[in-house]
């Protein structure tokens, strides 16, 4: 892949090693200049409409500096095939290391989801909500780009990426806005010494219902820990859950 001149004379002759985690179509690598670990990510050109924009994480993460913890955005640019940025690597471990440690995440969570909700969304001009993601939708259908790994069992009524969007277009809820990462995951929350917060992976970012990344970690922990502490996850935040609300969030992030 070519890359824009100024992302390539940054890059220089560092060693670029693959990073596959994840299952965005996005390509990432990390690499050492300076004595710093640096990650570059790329985007193909086809997905410049989506939240797998390369070039819209990038105008996430310059709108979000000084506002929530996220790594720094060092160079940013495209080619004719590519969107690309390059950022400085963020402090601390992922969630997922806490978490294969056995040490508690839960708390880590519920800050997570304050730091994020406190956000202000008056000037936010990233629209995550239910109709520009259906919208999103319908252009990877068109384009054959739904996530291969789609899951027919989990609905059995809905055992087909048809099927699913127009249960979604026929079930959409009203909306709560708040800022939301879109994909709270254990790998896209890092935690310092200090039990500082930082924010990675930020693609999806922007104004949505409150209960997208709720639905996000409940998953999570559902299926990395065990039902039992999504659900002690959930009682800890003090208010009635919403099961149906959650089941669409995970129904509209099952084609992504």
């Keep these: ?3 824009p001149p100024p992302i390539a004379s ?5 060693v670029l090693e693959p990073d596959d985690i994840g299952e965005s179509p996005c390509s990432v690598s990390s690499f050492m200049r300076g004595g710093e670990r640096f990650f570059l990510k790329a985007s193909p050109a086809v997905y410049a409409p989506t939240t797998f924009s390369v070039l819209r994480e990038a ?19 495209r080619t004719e095939t ?3 940025m390059v950022t400085r690597q963020a402090p601390g471990e992922p969630l997922a290391a806490r978490i294969a440690a056995d040490r508690p995440v839960l708390p880590l969570y519920q800050e997570a989801l ?3 909700a406190a956000v202000p969304i008056d000037d936010c001009p990233f629209d995550s909500g239910i109709a520009a993601r259906l919208e999103e939708l319908e252009y990877l259908m068109a384009k054959d780009l739904i996530a291969d790994d789609y899951d027919p069992g989990q609905w059995p009524d809905l055992n087909t990426p048809e099927k699913l969007l127009a249960h979604l277009r026929a079930t959409r ?17 890092f935690v310092d010494e200090r039990d500082e917060l930082y ?6 970012a922007g104004k949505a219902d409150r209960w997208t990344d709720v639905a996000f970690v409940h998953r999570g922990l559902r299926e990395d820990l065990s039902p039992e502490i999504a659900d002690e996850f959930l009682r800890a935040r003090g208010e009635p859950d919403a099961p149906a609300r959650r089941e669409f969030f995970e129904q509209l992030d099952e084609l992504f």
Excluded: C, Q, Y
């Design 1 to 3: 892949m070519d890359l």
């Design 10 to 14: 940054f890059v220089g002759d560092a």
């Design 59 to 77: 105008r996430v993460l310059d709108w979000l500096s000084g506002r929530l913890n996220v790594p720094e955005l060092v160079h940013v640019g």
């Design 82 to 84: 590519h969107e690309v």
């Design 114 to 116: 304050k730091r994020l």
């Design 173 to 189: 809820l009203s909306e709560a806005l708040v800022f939301t990462h879109g994909d709270l995951s254990d790998g896209n929350v």
């Design 199 to 204: 924010f990675i992976d930020l693609g999806r």
